[in-house]
């Protein structure tokens, strides 16, 4: 009797660390990132968030692979992604100064750069300044990092998802811009069950 008593003890409390770990992931787990091109052919950054709660300190990666330019990357950050919502950028809000060079270690012009910027209200004043708006380029996803409604700090990469403290990782390639503010798409049914 007290083995099969230690036994149904440690079976309960298995089920209750698992449902504590699928309570601390149930936030985290609505939120995603994807870059997606339009019917004609424009692209469009996405960051989702399918949670009744906001998330808060969102970093987003992304990088561009045109034919014919240096590689060009972005890492932005933004205050919060509103509950229950799709916030989006256009590819022309993207653009890049084409005068930034790498530094002199990086192979064949590529540099690794993990600075963060906020989208700016209007276009860099550089003569450098090349606007993503009338090219045709490739637009990969990157990563997102995010504290969830308990200040947790999350990050999505690769279709994984991972509880951490530790930043995005470093981009290659020259720094883009941002121009302009997102747009946020309020979304319908969104609930701790979705």
């Known amino acids: ?5 230690v036994l149904a003890a440690q079976d309960q409390l298995d089920q209750s660390k698992k449902a504590d770990a699928q309570e601390a992931r149930a936030q985290a787990s609505r939120i995603s990132t994807w870059t997606m091109q339009e019917k004609g052919g424009k692209w469009r950054v996405h960051v989702m ?9 969102v970093y987003l990666t992304f990088q561009v692979l045109p034919a014919g330019m240096p590689q060009v990357a972005w890492a932005v950050m933004l ?8 916030m989006t950028f256009r590819q022309d809000q993207l653009g890049y100064d084409e005068d930034r ?3 002199d270690s990086a192979p064949e012009g590529i540099t690794m750069f993990s600075t963060f910027s906020t989208p700016v209200p209007d276009k860099p004043s550089d003569k450098g300044w090349q606007s993503l708006t009338d090219m045709d380029p490739w637009l ?3 990563a997102v990092g995010f504290t ?27 720094q883009g811009d941002v121009v302009g503010l997102p747009a946020v798409r309020a979304m319908d049914g969104c609930d701790e069950r979705s």
């Open 1 to 5: 009797m007290a083995v099969w008593t």
């Open 49 to 57: 968030n399918r949670s009744p709660d906001p998330i808060g300190n």
């Open 79 to 86: 205050t919060s992604v509103p509950p229950c919502s799709d």
């Open 101 to 103: 060079r790498a530094m």
């Open 140 to 142: 990969l996803s990157g």
């Open 148 to 174: 969830d409604r308990d200040g947790v700090p999350w990050m999505r990469a690769n279709g994984r998802l991972i509880q951490t403290g530790a930043p995005l990782p470093n981009l290659p390639g020259i």
